[in-house]
């Protein structure tokens, strides 16, 4: 292959890493559409890129509080929420992670990015019984208001991270990559407040959170650990 062909290769491969692809990705093609003898001739190129772009992103890196009212979970007001306490505690083990409404006052659907991290914040419970019965009758309890764990913002099976759902709200796909409540070791509302500032912490909607404030509630849990 000669010099012009090469960048014209690089440039297609260097679009690829820009619309998501990871280095398995580009492997797969490159061996496809030239032999393993190209990927090889090419691979540190391809991991320089990857570097390059792995910086930009740490650089550029912003970070969330997510919120959830566990009253208002669902937008129809009748529905029962019951199941809102076993999603949270489950949330880690969702392989195709979850769609997380967000603040579109804001337009923090435009700021937010695939490897952004941020907290779920737990607003007050204030779910009457008959909104916390299963379907055995059995009533779950209140949830503790507080920090519930940290989650990082992931493309779906689809490739997609930012969606406008049809109720018209927009919502964000999310993993949990440490998950407080299913460790029961999620932090009050109280200590909450101490770690990114009462003000924050009364935030009614999701917002973005400064890496300071995001690092006190890490270092907290890895203390406690």
Known sequence: MNQNDKKTLMDIIKSKIDGGWNFN????????????????????????????????ND?????????CNPSDWEDDD???????????????NKEDGE?????????????MKVGHRGIIKISNDTRNE??????????????????????????????????????????????????????????????SKELIGETIYKSQSSRELDEVLFNRVTKYINDKS
Not at 27 to 45: A, G, H, P, R, Y
Not at 146 to 170: A, L, P, Q
Request: proline content about 1%.
């Open 25 to 56: 990705d580009i492997q797969e093609f490159v061996i496809m559409q030239q032999d393993n003898d190209m990927f090889l001739e090419i691979k540190n190129e391809i991991e320089n890129y990857f570097q390059v772009k792995q910086d930009i």
């Open 78 to 92: 009748d529905y029962n929420t019951y199941h809102v306490n076993e999603t949270l505690k489950n949330l880690h």
């Open 99 to 111: 769609w997380w409404k967000i603040n579109d006052k804001t337009n923090m659907e435009l700021k």
């Open 59 to 67: 650089k550029n890196k912003k970070y969330w509080m997510l919120i």
């Open 130 to 191: 008959n909104f916390r019965e299963d379907n055995d009758g059995n009533i779950v309890p209140l949830l503790d208001a507080g920090i519930y764990g940290i989650f990082e913002i992931t493309n779906d099976h689809e490739g997609d991270y930012v969606y406008k759902f049809d109720n018209g709200y927009w919502y964000i796909h999310i993993t949990m990559i440490n998950n407080y409540f299913d460790k029961n070791i999620n932090i009050s509302s109280t200590k």
